[in-house]
């Protein structure tokens, strides 16, 4: 396999490129730039100015790049304006020649390559007449072209090139320059020589000052996905984002590790990251192995008890730590935690077993000791750990129990899976004696106690089996949630305990079908068996739920709703209130389809409500993604946008992460929607960096590939399609997830040539019932197929096979209940698809068509509906009022980036030599927020940051997010060239953007 250092893709950094992109114009403008970079080690600051460096040659300019270089803990003198210049030199020999003309002695300080016949000697005034020379070569050479310096790793610098670059810094030249600096923020400590040029800098109004942050999860998976040529398996992206901490050359490192020897590991990064451990005391040294397996935090009051130290030198040891950027003061703890998360593991690693022992049951007896230690809510994680470590098997086992309650609590899915996994392991190592004096597990769902009275309160390993089941499911685990399924249906006799195997079926048959190994019906049927005859429980409940939800995924009939009725007159009566709440979701999914009236949906924001005050964690996952589902069904969009912030805010907090990939998912499609296609492709990124699932990645790459398309990228289209259908697989046959597969496959398919292929997959898909319902799917479906067909019409070779395609749509629209608007206008849009495919003609209905979409906020259906309008129109030799149409159509396309759409209005324009510039007199003109480069939203954002907002009653307002909201701030900021919210709002009243 091909093995990437760096990632192809450039991920991120719109803000920061922004501010680099804003000083390359004013430079070339002719106002100079200087541009100060910083971010620590491995971040990505040469990541960034390369991709400046590609954008800027497009402007013919010209580009040096100077490194400083350490030799010693010594820079070499003037080392990066040598190479700079020399860089100058070769592009430019005649203007660099003619601006030192006579001082070519001088210049050969800095470029020997000049090599004078004979040198004057030293004066007091060189360097002054040096710094001069520099400044002048660059003003010279600035007078008619871009000139683009850059000094990368300033940390290195040497104090004759600081003392050059400060000169610049300060001096007020002419002409189109742009310096761009960069330096290591983790390597300047407080006495580090760089210190006083940055204090300088500091009071300089006229440097700009760019932090290159860390990456968050979003764009770690896209760096991910560019190094590894797929998307990375969650697994692997929590493993390597947890790990890397964001840092881009950890994440590309620990991705070759594991492209490498299939692990992720971090042997080359273990010498680099040791470097600055190995300079320390050993004190400092001591400090930071005790600090280690304290976590990647620890405080100063826990660190003092264990460490064994004075306190005077446990003091001075923390000094060398921090001062070596091994640890850093962490204000929130009153205490310290390590740079980065892969030091303190080389650190660790560093431990000998026997001291790794010593150093747990330290930090084990001082939290016993004294509780106050740690902090709220992590006593019990972190005595678990301590003790294990210690080999303690019997406190270990106790607190690993009471750790996954304790981490229950929180939400924290994949660590009470840990603490129960260690349970697991410990449970055959202990006395018989010790298992019966462990602390309770809590409930764990609808799961059965015993029938033994006596047995009821004490745990057994088959209790742990049943949590940790349900913890690796919710952490977004199945293939160990299967695992530990069928090893306790192995356990147990369902002779014995009917209820107890009931439950594990139940939890498998929703496991394989989440891992798409089958459609579950096998193992829910079987647990179905088993609690037919049975008095009435919770469990039987909950198999009557499954049951209810299954028949509605795998294709909802007339049983439908009355094994819905039944699963919530069951979960009534055992009152278990959860399954109560899950048996009216399918019910209201169930309703919806045809309710006008809004019942169902008014009843599923009331189940929302319930289940977030009741805390019921599965139901308020199901009951939000349903929720905007729904909505978007239903045709309404806006109030999905609003629904899905709330969804993915609460399930966020709850980290219920598959959860929150299919709300990203559904605000996705809804933003598409509404024609706002940066917004959902960010939705995208949102959702995969969270999704779990075969079938959410499924879906969510299906999506890409339909935006694709859409977009006018065929290829990658194809890609992402092959890669949705191996995703989502052929074991678990739910139509909702293959709907937008057959449509985009045979849009694909028409837009490649390949007629048959399209055609042949309508066929399946109406083969298989999948052409009669749901409405908001299958009406979509049958427009794609229609459009095909319309735009085969003239094709002499289509023609044979038409008649019976046609005809086949039409039977299935016969049988769709069109209630909704949107479905409504989508019913227009097919029947004037039909109509052209039949006759070549429908004026009228395509007119209804655009009429139904332009009373709707759904912008490129309307351009597709102007689009067969115009066509129409020419058919019928109305050429003024068509035009009118492709024009609309065009700026349409235009506005969304509907590559596709734009290419087939220019096609038809030509085609009748239409020219598709706008009448001079209807042409409209870009408003002042979008002079200002703002988008929408961001004008929105804008409007109430003159209003007087904080971020929060904006994000309130919009219903958006406050990071959202933060975001927008900072782009605003950005693209109107000021440093504060006042500037903004000024300018936003000086150019009319909002009212006085």
């Known amino acids: 396999m091909e093995v990437r250092s760096a990632s192809p893709v ?56 100077g490194g400083c270089v350490e030799v010693g803990g010594d820079g070499i003198p003037f080392a990066p304006f040598s190479s700079a210049l020399r860089a100058l030199w070769q592009q430019l020999p005649e203007e660099v020649r003619a601006a030192c003309a006579g001082q070519e ?56 090139s600081r003392h050059l670059l400060g000169y610049l810094f300060r001096s007020r030249r002419n002409g189109c320059l742009l310096i761009i600096a960069s330096y290591r923020s983790d390597d300047i400590h407080r006495r580090h020589p760089l210190r006083s040029l940055l204090a300088e800098v500091d009071r300089l109004r006229s440097v700009r000052r760019i932090e290159v942050r860390r990456f968050d999860r979003v764009e770690v998976f896209k760096q991910l996905t560019g190094v590894l040529h797929v998307q990375p398996d969650p697994h692997l992206l929590s493993e390597i984002f947890e790990r890397s901490d964001g840092n881009a050359f950890f994440v590309e490192e620990l991705a070759r590790s594991y492209l490498e020897r299939g692990q992720v590991g971090l042997d080359d990064l273990r010498d680099l990251l040791l470097v600055r451990l190995e300079s320390l005391t050993e004190s400092s040294q001591r400090v930071a192995r005790f600090a280690a397996e304290g976590g990647s935090a620890v405080g100063y009051r826990l660190l003092q008890a264990v460490a064994g130290l004075p306190e005077d030198e446990l003091v001075e040891a923390l000094r060398g730590s921090v001062l070596a950027q091994i640890l850093v003061p962490d204000p929130d703890i009153s205490g310290y935690r390590f740079r980065h998360s892969l030091v303190r593991e080389a650190v660790s690693d560093t431990i000998l077993p026997g001291e790794r022992s010593l150093i747990n049951r330290r930090y084990a007896e001082a939290l016993e000791a004294d509780a106050s230690l740690a902090r709220t809510g992590e006593l019990a994680t972190r005595l678990s750990h301590h003790w294990y470590h210690a080999h303690d098997d019997v406190k270990a086992l106790q607190m690993s129990l009471s750790a996954s309650v ?114 579950g019906w096998q193992e829910l049927n079987t647990a179905l068996d088993l609690v037919r005859d049975s008095p009435p429980s919770a469990v039987q409940a909950e198999v009557l739920v499954q049951v209810a939800n299954w028949r509605v995924l795998h294709g909802a009939g007339p049983e439908s709703m009355a094994d819905v009725e039944r699963a919530v007159d069951c979960a009534v009566r055992v009152g278990a209130e959860d399954l109560e709440l899950n048996a009216r979701i399918t019910r209201c999914r169930l309703k919806a389809e045809r309710d006008v009236d809004g019942e169902s949906l008014a009843e599923l924001y009331e189940v929302r409500r319930r289940a977030e005050s009741l805390g019921a964690i599965g139901m308020i996952g199901r009951v939000n993604t349903n929720l905007v589902s729904i909505l978007e069904g239903m045709g309404r969009s806006e109030e999905l946008v609003a629904a899905a912030h709330h969804g993915i805010e609460v399930c966020r907090s709850l980290n219920l992460a598959e959860a929150e990939a299919w709300v990203h998912g559904n605000l996705s499609v809804s933003l598409f929607s509404l024609g706002r296609w940066a917004e959902s492709d960010a939705a995208l990124d949102e959702a995969a960096a969270v999704a779990q699932s075969y079938k959410s990645r499924g879906l969510i790459t299906h999506r890409r590939a339909h935006i694709l398309l859409a977009r006018g990228e065929v290829d990658a289209a194809a890609s992402q399609l092959a890669v949705a259908r191996r995703l989502l697989g052929t074991e678990d046959f739910q139509p909702q997830l293959l709907f937008g597969l057959v449509q985009t496959t045979m849009e694909l398919a028409g837009r490649q040539g390949q007629l048959g292929e399209a055609r042949a997959e309508f066929l399946r898909a109406d083969t298989t019932g999948l052409t009669t319902g749901p409405v908001r799917y299958s009406l979509p479906m049958l427009c794609a197929i229609a459009a095909i067909e319309a735009d085969n019409r003239g094709s002499a070779t289509a023609a044979e096979a038409r008649p019976e395609i046609l005809a086949a ?176 709002a000024a300018i936003a009243y000086r150019r009319g953007l909002v009212n006085d």
Not at 37 to 61: C, D, F, Q
Not at 123 to 146: H, P, Y
Not at 411 to 421: C, D, N
Not at 463 to 470: F, G, P, S
Request: hydrophobic share 45%; proline share 4%.
């Open 10 to 65: 450039f991920v991120g950094r719109g803000p920061e490129v922004a501010e680099l992109t804003r000083a390359v114009e004013a430079a070339d403008n002719g106002t100079p730039q200087t541009v100060l970079v910083r971010g620590e080690a491995g971040v990505g600051k040469t990541r960034l100015i390369e991709e400046l460096l590609r954008t800027v040659e497009a402007r013919a300019a010209v580009v040096a790049v």
């Open 105 to 160: 002695e001088l210049l050969a300080r800095m470029l020997p390559d000049l090599r004078p016949s004979a040198l004057v000697g030293h004066g007091d005034d060189d360097n002054v007449r040096l710094f001069e020379l520099t400044a002048r070569i660059l003003e010279r050479l600035a007078e008619s072209r871009l000139i683009v310096l850059v000094i990368e790793d300033l940390q290195w610098a040497d104090a004759s």
């Open 406 to 519: 304790e981490a229950r609590s929180r939400y924290a899915y994949a660590e009470q899976l840990r603490s129960l996994e260690r349970a697991m392991d410990l449970w055959n190592k202990v006395p018989d004696q010790a298992r019966l004096r462990l602390p309770p597990l809590g409930p764990t769902e609808v799961y059965p106690a015993r029938d033994n009275r006596e047995d009821e309160a004490r745990v057994c390993y088959v209790d742990l089996l049943a949590a940790a089941t349900t913890a690796a499911r919710q952490s977004g685990d199945p293939d160990r949630a299967l695992n530990l399924a069928r090893e306790a249906l192995q356990l147990l006799s369902p002779d014995r305990e009917p209820l107890r195997a009931t439950w594990f079926l139940t939890q498998q048959s929703l496991v394989m079908q989440e891992l798409n190994r089958s459609d």
């Open 809 to 984: 749509i039409r039977r299935a629209t016969a049988r769709l209940d069109v209630v909704f608007p949107t479905s409504r206008a989508f019913r227009c849009l097919l029947d004037a698809q039909l109509q052209w495919a039949e006759t070549g003609d429908g004026i009228d209905l395509w007119a209804e068509a655009v009429a139904a979409f332009d009373a709707l906020q759904r912008p490129y259906e309307l351009g597709v509906a102007h689009l067969g309008h115009a066509r129409s129109l020419l058919a019928a030799h109305q050429r003024g009022t068509a035009r009118d149409a492709l024009i609309v159509a065009h700026r349409i396309a235009g506005r969304l980036g509907a590559g596709l759409l734009s290419r087939d209005v220019e096609a038809l324009a030509q085609q009748a030599n239409i020219a598709l510039a706008d009448k001079s007199a209807s042409a409209p003109q870009p408003s002042e927020s979008q002079s200002l480069g703002l988008t929408q939203r961001e004008s929105e954002v804008l409007g109430l940051i003159a209003a007087g907002y904080s971020n929060r009653r904006i994000a309130e307002k919009l219903y958006i997010t406050q990071k959202t909201t933060s975001t927008h701030v900072s782009n605003i900021l950005a693209k109107l060239g000021v440093s504060s919210r006042t500037e903004a």
